[in-house]
């Protein structure tokens, strides 16, 4: 492969600065007591340091999963920040009173925070190293009845409803690391769709790491009652260190009858450098539960960054007729890692799931589709369509794919497809010789690769996942 | 048609490249390649598998599997082996490949709009949008007889090899290059193909620019008439003539001329 190629792929990271605001610690470590200091610093309820507690005691006797095809220093737990918050000056009242340096921060980042977000109509919850910062739009969302808020707020404000769903979907000792993150998460999005409401704006998210060494253990809780529907956008950057940091988020759907709920994610997290020093361990938690009838879930996601992805966002397909889908690009380069996929249990009477997964893998990276399809003995009539692409760039990546289909009803219909090809010197060259350059031809087939996800990206993300994922192939190709 | 004081477009001399071929090493392929081509001009190649036709057509394009080891090829005054595969295609060099390959997911109308525009970026003149570009390739689609779905296609996948090869000559018609070089672009064409093609390409001459066919075949000569027909052996240009050259090759085959 040429070196214009191999030129996309270096190129530097963009969101690498660190925002100099004085952070309030907890010591390194994890233990009961820190679990008491956290919970105890945001004033939570009694009934969630239990929640806590027992998730940290069910923690302590489980396995680091080893299953995925990554590798990686073992991880010391005890070596990492739980909590770390930018010291609180007094409550905000508006947006004039962020703290400039963060503000410039997420300028730098691109975010389009206050005006520009009321402008094109969105709601931004910004979480800052574990913290809510700000809710614009909260009030006007409210009068409709919709709860869009930091999760720690909703604790406070709403309890009951927390209560209710929390854990619901990923229960506290589901997995290694939502365990560890339903003992020590530490803040995150709340949001609550009405019975027959539809939330009239995309609602977004910018998730960011900023301490060093510190873990993000963020919490997400989304409820659309009844024939309530909600599209949430989730955006992550985050600054470059040399050391590895943590990610271990979970997040939860409950989508009740007839309801509908659309989750997009465009990852960028920290990757690493070209030897793979640095970076983001990003072990996270997603699953939806269509608990209704006719409800549906639909997740899409553009992974860019990280060192290291794992992450299965699933549906469980409860209601009858409900649906779900996974649309996703992964792409890796350098030296990252990543293992993702869906999960999609079919439970339901005519339940349908749909997977589209597109991988892309360049420099010495490591890119593994992982994938189960799950008709219950119940789910009569169920049907799936899984298809699975590759595409790689160089000669030194690698491309995986693990299907798992298990079909417990014979009227099922399961289908899978999966490709793998080749960015070719000949199709470079087709291109050369109608003279396109080497980066608008690389960016040119890899959007054509992916358009089958893009298109379930909301307008202003697939604009810049196409843009994005130009930026990460840079000098790559040629 | 030849006509006297018309401009010298492509001056090869004494062109040699090599490949690399796995176990042998570099291998030389091309041996002192002569040719002139003038606009208004049209040029057949022809020569036995293995002769070098593909390789020179690949060579001038800028093909990075080659390595020029000697000679010169001037593009309308600039040394063409200077300038990078897509500088070569902007000053106006096109080649209509032997293999054309399929992009999946991109249509053909973005890919024929982007490699337009790129050229009109390059000669200062304005881009035209997506609107605009639409009302110009209907007009093209025409020189090619295509059938406007296929616009909306991704280039050349499920395509047929006569579709694929109509695709190659829709995109000369929209480039308009001054020198285009057809690359065994009548193989895998049926009796009516071929005349749609070679239609389209009769279509798209001037006295201003030139066409190279690289062929095995008379068969496209009876429909693109060339004024000069060269014989390629062993990596050289051993014979040129007129177009009765051809017909004495399809009777005589090409044995006669190999010690030449």
């Known amino acids: 492969m ?55 005691r069910h923690w302590l006797t489980m396995e680091e999963p080893t299953w995925a095809n990554v590798s990686y220093p073992k991880i010391d737990f005890q070596d990492i920040i739980y909590f770390s918050q930018p010291k609180p000056k007094k409550q905000l009242a508006s947006m004039d009173e962020v703290d400039p340096e963060l503000r410039r921060t997420f300028e730098k980042l691109g975010v389009p925070l206050h005006e520009q977000k ?125 050391t590895n940091q943590l990610h271990a988020a979970v997040v939860e759907l409950v989508a009740l009858d007839n309801a509908d709920i659309k989750y997009s994610t465009v990852q960028n997290w920290y990757a690493g450098d070209e030897n793979g020093k640095g970076g983001i361990f990003n072990f996270v938690t997603k699953r939806g539960l269509c608990k209704g009838v006719n409800s549906k879930i639909s997740w899409t996601q553009v992974e860019t960054g990280s060192a290291i992805t794992w992450k299965y966002p699933s549906c469980v397909l409860l209601g009858d007729n409900s649906i779900g889908e996974f649309y996703s690009v992964a792409l890796t380069n350098h030296m990252q890692q990543a293992d993702t996929g869906t999960k999609m249990i079919h439970i339901g009477k005519n339940t349908r799931s749909r997977i589209i997964s597109k991988g892309i893998s360049a420099g010495r990276s490591s890119n593994s589709y992982r994938g189960e399809v799950k008709i219950g003995s119940r789910a009569t009539g169920a049907r799936n369509y899984s298809q699975c692409d590759s595409m790689l760039i160089g000669d030194r990546c690698e491309a995986s794919t693990f299907p798992t289909i298990d079909v417990q009803n014979t009227s099922a219909q399961v289908e899978h497809e999966a490709s793998t090809s080749k960015i070719g010197e000949d199709q470079m060259f087709f291109f050369a010789q109608r003279g396109i350059g080497s980066e608008e031809a690389v960016s040119m087939i890899i959007n054509g690769f992916c358009k089958d996800v893009f298109v379930h990206l909301p307008m202003e993300f697939a604009v810049e996942a196409t843009k994005l994922l130009g930026l990460k192939l840079e000098g790559s190709v040629g | 048609m030849i006509k006297a004081g018309s401009k010298t477009l492509l001056e090869v001399k004494n062109l040699r490249a090599a490949v690399q071929v796995d176990g042998a090493g570099s291998v030389e392929i091309l041996k002192g390649v002569d040719l002139t081509i003038r606009a208004g001009e049209v040029h057949a190649i022809m020569g036995i598998n293995g002769s070098g036709k593909s390789t020179f057509s690949k060579v001038l394009a800028g093909h990075p599997d080659y390595t020029v080891t000697g000679g010169t090829a001037m593009f309308e005054g600039k040394d063409l082996f200077t300038l990078a595969p897509e500088e070569r295609a902007r000053a106006g060099l096109f080649l209509a490949f032997q293999y ?50 296929f616009l909306g296609r991704s280039v050349n996948e499920g395509f047929s090899g006569g579709e694929k090869k109509r695709n190659e ?24 193909a071929l005349r749609i093609v070679a239609n389209g390409v009769n279509q798209l001459l001037t006295p201003d620019n030139a066409v190279v066919m690289v062929t095995h075949y008379q068969r496209l000569l009876n429909y693109i008439v060339p004024d000069y027909v060269h014989v390629m052996s062993a990596g050289r240009i051993v014979k040129t003539g007129g177009k009765e050259l051809a017909l004495e090759l399809e009777e005589r085959g090409y044995d006669w001329l190999k010690a030449a």
């Open chain 1, 2 to 56: 040429s070196t214009a190629i191999q030129n996309l792929v270096n190129q530097p990271y963009k969101h690498g600065f660190v925002t100099d605001i004085e952070s309030e610690a907890v010591p390194k470590g994890l233990s009961e007591d820190v679990i008491r200091l956290i919970s105890a610093k945001k004033n939570e309820p009694e009934w969630l340091l239990e929640f806590r507690l027992s998730a940290y």
């Open chain 1, 118 to 242: 009321l402008m094109t109509g969105v709601a931004v919850d910004v979480i800052f190293d574990s913290v809510s910062v700000t809710t614009t739009y909260k009030a006007k969302l409210a009068e409709i009845g919709i709860i869009f808020c930091s999760f720690s707020e909703a604790v406070h404000q709403y309890p009951e409803l927390v209560k209710q769903y929390l854990g619901s979907v990923v229960p506290s000792g589901d997995n290694f690391y939502a365990a560890l993150n339903s003992a020590v998460f530490t803040d995150g999005s709340f949001c609550f769709i009405p019975k027959g409401t539809k939330c009239p704006m995309d609602l977004s998210t910018y998730f960011r790491i900023n301490t060093e060494g510190s873990g993000q253990f963020e919490r997400t809780l989304i409820v659309a009652e009844e024939g309530a529907s909600v599209s949430y956008l989730e955006g992550c950057t985050a600054p470059q260190f040399d």
């Open chain 2, 100 to 149: 054309p390959v399929e992009i999946t997911g991109v249509s053909n109308s973005a890919l024929l709009r982007l490699a337009y525009n790129t050229l009109q970026n390059e000669r200062g003149l304005e881009e035209l949008d997506p609107l605009e570009f639409d009302d110009l390739l209907q007009e093209k689609i025409k020189v090619v007889e295509m059938d406007p779905r």
């Open chain 2, 169 to 192: 000559i829709l995109q000369m018609a929209v480039l308009e290059p001054k020198l285009a070089i057809l690359d065994e672009t009548d193989s895998g064409l049926d009796i009516d």
